[in-house]
């Protein structure tokens, strides 16, 4: 596996306009200006998303490795109590050992923390899926197999290559989504909030102005705890903590039952690396 690095890279992500390796559309269909602005959206999106991965991923290492006291560093032992231990706790041990490991991380000294898992396992998985995306974009372009660089390396290098793989829509969507994806890991891993937008209109259920959209669940729900539904088979009739959701396939019903407009409605649901990055 890949070392994952620790410094962002200075170079700016200048991806060239999608038209310029974009097959050109048919002289008899219209349709050609609106897939060049889509791809070009989509590219500017995949960019943003890539941009908040690199500045995140460095700070994701740092909370990952731990702490460390000089080994001659004197221990302070509180006044009433007996010293403290010598050494890391069985657990440490084991956790510095799972580190070690999987990243590379040697102990330098007697540690005072444990290594958290939940982040280890979000560097794991943030790696191996940039070297993957790195590995896919090279094979589907029908380009050699890519050299072994750290995480923004390759980052960039996806990043770059995205005018070229804006000629197939189905890479160029696969890109976004999977940027998406491991810069989402990286905010929640960080102890990010999923972002929650207000929606106008009143719930369709409860009459309360309480409709809030989740752009990464893709989903609006109603936050008013009292609120239940009519559908016996939604969990929200005996799960207080369940709270009823509109999926995308009813929100031209939800704007029209609750007073909201599609547009706004549509607009707040949107996942974009504007809403995640601007928090």
């Known amino acids: 596996m890949t070392t994952p690095n620790t410094s962002t890279s200075n170079t700016p992500i200048t991806p060239q306009p999608s038209g310029t390796h974009a097959t050109a559309p048919d002289p008899g269909h219209g349709n050609g200006g ?9 590219v500017a999106d995949a960019v943003l998303w890539i941009e908040l991965l690199l500045h995140q991923f460095p700070e994701l290492l740092v909370e990952l490795a731990p702490s460390y006291r000089s080994p001659s560093a004197p221990r302070a032992a509180p006044s009433g109590r007996g010293p403290a231990p010598a050494g890391p706790t069985r657990a440490e041990r084991e956790e510095a050992l799972r580190a070690e490991q999987a990243h590379g991380l040697t102990p330098s000294g007697s540690r005072t923390s444990p290594v958290r898992l939940h982040i280890s396992d979000a560097v794991r998985d943030i790696t191996d899926g940039v070297i993957e995306l790195d590995e896919a974009v090279h094979d589907r372009l029908r380009m050699p197999r890519p050299r072994r660089e750290r995480v923004s390396g390759r ?9 070229r793989a804006a000629a197939d829509d189905v890479l160029l ?8 994806r491991m810069a989402r890991r990286c905010t929640r891993a960080l102890g990010g909030a999923e972002p929650v937008v207000r929606v106008g209109g009143r719930c ?4 309360s102005v309480s409709l809030r959209a989740f752009p990464a669940r ?11 539904c009519a559908d016996r088979a ?8 369940h709270r009823h959701a509109w999926s995308e396939g009813a929100w031209v019903r ?9 547009t706004e409605l549509t607009g707040a649901t949107a996942d974009t690396a504007r809403r995640e990055g601007g928090r």
């Open 173 to 180: 969507e696969h890109i976004r989504d999977e940027v998406r």
């Open 155 to 163: 980052l960039l290098r996806v990043a770059r290559l995205l005018d």
């Open 204 to 207: 369709p259920w409860c009459d």
């Open 34 to 42: 609106s897939r060049s602005r889509r791809s070009d959206s989509t």
């Open 254 to 262: 939800l704007a029209a039952e609750s007073g909201g407009d599609l």
């Open 218 to 228: 893709r989903a609006v729900l109603c936050v008013n705890p009292a609120c239940r």
């Open 234 to 241: 939604c969990d929200c009739r005996t799960d207080p903590a």
